[in-house]
């Protein structure tokens, strides 16, 4: 079974020249929140260390891109 998480980072592969209206640092922080970027998924923890957010903005960032691509 495709999780609901699978979907929306597959939706994102194959829409996401759709989203070019974010700004670009939104991108970045949910492909690797994901794993696009590495394979690897990682906490909201990881990714603020990783981007100099908190991990409540990282969760806020990634937040956004998941509402886009289900508008999409």
């Given at each position: ?65 998941k509402y886009?691509?289900e508008?999409?």
């Open positions: 079974m495709v999780t609901d998480e699978k979907k929306l980072v597959e939706k994102y592969k194959t829409e996401k020249y759709r989203l070019s209206h974010l700004q670009p640092r939104y991108l970045e922080v949910f492909e690797y929140r994901t794993g696009i970027v590495d394979g690897d998924s990682h906490t909201q923890k990881e990714t603020g260390k990783k981007f100099g957010i908190s991990s409540t903005r990282a969760a806020q960032l990634e937040a956004r891109v886009e691509l508008q999409l």
